[in-house]
DNA sequence: GTGAAAGCGCTAACAA
DNA sequence: TTGTTAGCGCTTTCAC
């Protein structure tokens, strides 16, 4: 679609910088320092600023200071769909807005093609720094987003690099847990729900999930893995498989809350129960996750947090460039128990109806 | 927290439209028609800037393109954390960025503090129209958004006056059928969880499920109605009351489809059937409506759609002041039929365990 | 169809 | 501590 245009640059003129100025009777830079850093401005002339401001309902104009500072940051993120992500970018605009930088949202929406235009915004030098969290250092034919120098931090999923500090959940620590909570239960044959295959996150969980079974003594080869992409919809397909499966575990770790939902949702439809026949723990902790039916056990993450706490790291390296950062924040993810898990049933085989008809 | 400083000013200097200019050969003025309206370009000085764009992944900066040029609509938003606000704001931003449009986003986050700042925004002619949400016109002190003179759109929620196009759902359409759907199954007492009281959405859903009520032959003395807020967490707080009546109904229409299922999930925590016992229509069709349990009939609203509506006819008010615009767009809302949703049990009153105990 | 030139509203050297 | 001044990168008259 062409832009539509404007007729009349006509405007109803507003209050600018200038009018908040003469009304205080200061110069606009004193204005702008009154706002900025009110600590170097005398505290008198700051209260008159302010008093001026307030009183013609002053308003600074983003645009022109975002021109001028050039302060901003960008989000890379594989998807805005996903409940997960939109809490991390408000953890994150909540950090920013505080130290007076905006963001701006560069979201993949699962097309990969889609860097290419982030990485020219960054190369235009419209950023002061970025935080990653699609896993991957994005890439326009051969120029990387590493190769503008600017500060990155990855955020919700690694990105190889020293000088690239990552703030993560203990994705791993979390899959071992979730596999030593099933085998507590009992659970002997286990099943693990996968993310997209290759992204970081997605190993993370799977390698934990794969400690917390070797651990129990139990073989791995026996652990049933099936590729998801987090989605409800994933959920019920991987149940689908499920049922048709001779012998399937009882023991299921889903590597996201929505397909554990799915997932359940499909099996208990064909009559499998859970927890009964069937154990589920989910990941992320949505506030969904209460309310389904049962109410589901999982691992809770933190999101809000990791976003402030991306920012903040990020805040720091454009501030001073070359003070040493953490490589790693792990941030402590626990398991909230609740009804989707329970007791392995005697037989380690999942009853289903066909099952139970027969025997 | 005080803006963290930026110590250096130094850029690594990006590509910028003076850039595409020379290597393009032509004056920063035809790149920047080239770029925002190819038509009025000769197609081979086009394809030069075209060129040269690709050339040297050269991005315009939004900054700079919004301070000269001024176009920028704002949504004020009763909150982000609803789902159903955040896809009509997507709706709205497609529309709005096709037309070369930023948006501001106003979130009020149901605080209704926050809105005087976004009238100070406006009058301080930062936007050049404004989409409501939020259901009335804000104000700050004795000033209304009214008064900036700027074309307002109404969204979701209608708000008086002649001059501000409506663009909402069927709600009072969709609470009678509602009501018809539920009395067509049998049921003969009925109960509503509202929404906030006394907003424009809930009036007309209420007004509608009256309407439906009345028509069926019942008397609307007998429709018990709970006060809800939208959330999970009034629809469990709703359930405890039900819980507590002697003879509550047996046909419930949620104004939302969270409180519908948290509703849900209480009853039959304390042994209330769904839809055996009681039926349960919600509204808004939140894509989890399909997995909790049992499925939720409910009432779909097309919400990006709304916000495209909106957003379209917000522009054409930018770009032709007093062209007419249809001061109503009233979209249809399907009913949904799914499992929530039955044939009234033979004793009007809901069976609960205490009852089926004494009976 | 195209170029020259004037800012949009603000911040940040630099001086005072 | 404050004011002066010079733009940030782009769009848009206005003239050609």
Redesign the pocket.
Known sequence: MAPSR?PL?T?P??A???DVARLAG?????V??A??TPD???P??RDAVMAAVAAIGYT??QA??S???RRTAMVITPTISNVVFGEIVRGIDDALSDAGYGLIIGNLDNKRERESYFVDLAFA?QVDGILLMNGWMPKKDDRSLRDTGLPLVALNSAVDGPDIPKVVVQDREAGTEAAAHLVALGHRSLGYISGPLGSWVQNERWQGFCDGVTAAGLDLATVVHWRGDYSFAAGTAVAEEFLRQADPPTGIFAASDEMAIGFIKRIRQAGVAVPEHVSVVGFDGIKFARFCEPTLTTIHQPLQEMGRIGASILLEMINAPGAPQPEWTRMPVPLIPRDSTGPAPKRSRARRPVTVASS
């Open positions: 404007k640059p405007k003129r507003a600018g910088i200038t200061v110069s606009t830079a004193t702008s320092r706002l900025m170097r401005v005398k008198a002339t600074p104009n022109a200071r021109l001028r500072a030098g």
